[in-house]
């Protein structure tokens, strides 16, 4: 369970990316955050396993108070968390295997690691990840000879690999083409059902937000201006979110479509 | 950032064509540009003159006697192995531990001495202090003092020399850390990792083949650093070529020279090559 209790960010220089949100996520929900850019979405993703720092306010992961926690404690907490990154964040020059093995640092020694000298069941463990999202064949491929898509798949084996009891994504298909969009978000929401992981996700594609989510979150400034179920939502939702009518641009099929174009 | 672009395309946005159709004139030169050419023209032409520069010595230089003595090589000598390739072995030993020692230690102060891997701030700090004070003392000069500290002889030289190898390639390596892409290292950090194994999953993967590119670098430095550094008293073939000075036996000295000449570009092209292979 995650429980955020008046959370406020304020950003070095004075900005206010989140204002007094509270919320409640329960085991195993699938969370779509909406907003426009600058909204707070990734702040609220990043303050969750504190990678960026709540100023004020209480984060509860699992029981774990995560606002001002540090050294192993933080580690602890972020090892609970699996997360993927619109731009995968990868270590390009090194093997997948590698990559995903990140995903374990928090239960081997340093030492093991830094070596390479990984536990078979931490590699056992990478291997099942690998073979969750079908990507296994390339476990000894350097990740920059990966398309966009594999390299997407390869993040989310880094956070299966962490055997996490949370998944954040924050706009994972951002940087990926309409098909691969939709694989991605398919592997995600089949994760979320068959290991009942709780999954929040960042999205800028309106119309995936509605294919995939069940819950929505809508940030506006950094304020959370809706919180509900997917189905009760309209187009007056999301131009009362955005504060703007939705065009093309927020919607995934059009700019399948070819919908939107310098002319 | 492209869809930033295309929501600008759809808004008001005043058309771009009207302006872009007039031709603008080549900029002038500015004025500043100008004072400071002159006055970097000026402040070399002073020194020329405090320097006691002097064009014709360009030529009067080549009528010195000196440059008989380097005439006919004395090859007899070069070519005995306890003359040269000895000594210039004992050169590469040096080289080679020097480059070897100090790469090894550069790489976790380099890793402290980037503000995207340092542990701390402090940290970083000191480290970088360090290093800047160790930097700016001339290799020669720290030679002279270590070899007086030391011992005459190669150990001195190869320590002067792992000082000199570690300081130039912590600057190369920390300034490469400093540009690598900082978002594997939140991934890393991300999952939970400790600080050295996150910058270990995230960060070396990406810097690693720009370390063996600066090291292959060193090693070509250090093989010249070390002859330079057998002249005052390092062990090595500069040891030789000073002995041989003290006699005046430039014919000698020309002769071991040129071996030198082909080793070093021998050296430098298996760096390069090695360079270009992972880089």
Redesign the interface.
């Known amino acids: 369970m995650i429980e955020f209790d008046d959370v406020s960010v304020t950003y070095r220089g004075g900005v206010k990316a989140l204002r007094n949100v509270s919320l409640t996520i329960d085991d195993g929900e699938f969370v779509v955050v909406v907003g426009l850019?600058g909204a707070g979405k990734s702040t609220l993703l990043r303050a969750m396993?504190g990678?960026v720092p709540a100023t004020s306010g209480s984060i509860k992961v699992n029981g774990t108070e995560v606002v001002g926690a540090k050294g192993s404690q933080l580690?602890?907490?972020?090892?609970?968390?699996?997360?993927i990154?619109q731009?995968f964040?990868?270590?390009?020059?090194?093997t997948v295997m590698?990559?995903v093995?990140?995903?374990?640092?928090?239960t081997?020694p340093?030492w093991r690691?830094?070596l390479g000298l990984w536990p078979a069941a931490d590699k056992e463990a990478a291997f099942e990840a690998l073979e969750r999202v079908s990507i296994v064949d390339k476990a000894y491929v350097r990740a920059s000879n990966l398309s966009g898509g594999q390299q997407q798949r390869v993040?989310i084996a880094?956070?299966l690999a962490?055997e996490p009891s949370v998944m954040l994504a924050d706009e994972p298909v951002a940087a990926l083409d309409p098909v691969t969009s939709h694989q991605v978000m398919g592997d995600l929401q089949r994760i979320n059902r068959d290991l009942g992981i709780t999954t929040l996700i960042n999205l800028?594609f309106l119309d995936l937000a509605r294919n995939y989510g069940k819950r929505l979150i809508g940030l506006r400034e950094g304020e959370l201006v809706f919180d509900g179920d997917i189905a009760d939502v309209d187009d007056d939702t999301f131009r009362e979110i955005y504060g703007r009518a939705i065009?093309p641009?927020d919607l995934l099929a059009a700019d399948a479509a070819g919908g939107?174009g310098?002319g | 950032m492209r869809l930033a672009g295309m929501a600008m395309a759809d808004t008001d946005v005043a058309d771009p064509t009207v302006s872009a159709t007039v031709r603008p004139r080549k900029p002038r030169l500015r004025a500043r540009t100008v004072l400071i050419a002159a006055g970097v023209i000026a402040f070399t032409v002073y020194s020329a003159q405090q320097s006691g520069w002097e064009w014709g010595s360009f030529i009067t230089v080549w009528t010195n006697p000196l440059w008989q003595r380097f005439w006919p090589i004395d090859w007899e000598f070069v070519l005995d192995r306890n003359n040269v390739l000895d000594p210039l072995i004992e050169t590469f030993q040096i080289a080679i531990v020097a480059t070897v020692i100090g790469c090894l230690l550069a790489m976790p102060i380099g890793f402290m001495m980037s503000q995207l891997t340092a542990p701390n701030r402090p940290t970083f700090i000191i480290v970088r202090s360090i290093m800047n004070v160790v930097r700016a003392i001339p290799d020669l000069l720290l030679a002279v003092i270590l070899v007086a500290a030391v011992s005459i002889g190669a150990f001195g030289g190869a320590i002067a020399l792992t000082v000199f190898s570690t300081a130039v390639l912590v600057k190369l390596f920390s300034e490469t850390i400093d540009g690598a892409d900082p978002r594997p290292l939140e991934a890393a950090l991300a999952a939970g990792g400790r600080h050295t194994a996150a910058v270990r999953a995230g960060v070396l993967p990406e810097v690693f083949p720009a370390y063996v590119a600066y090291s292959a670098y060193v090693f070509e430095l250090n093989v010249r650093a070390s002859v330079v550094i057998g002249l005052v008293g390092g062990g090595g073939i500069g040891r030789v070529i000073e002995a041989q000075r003290q006699f005046f036996r430039y014919d000698r000295i020309l002769g071991i020279l040129i071996v030198i000449f082909v080793i070093v570009m021998i050296i430098e092209q298996i760096s390069d090559a090695i360079r270009r292979r992972v880089l």
């Open positions: 850019s396993n990678l580690r602890q907490v972020r090892s609970q968390i699996g997360m990154f731009t964040n990868l270590a390009t020059r090194t590698n990559n093995l990140m995903g374990r640092l928090a081997v340093t690691s830094t993040g880094r956070a962490q800028h065009t641009d939107h310098n």
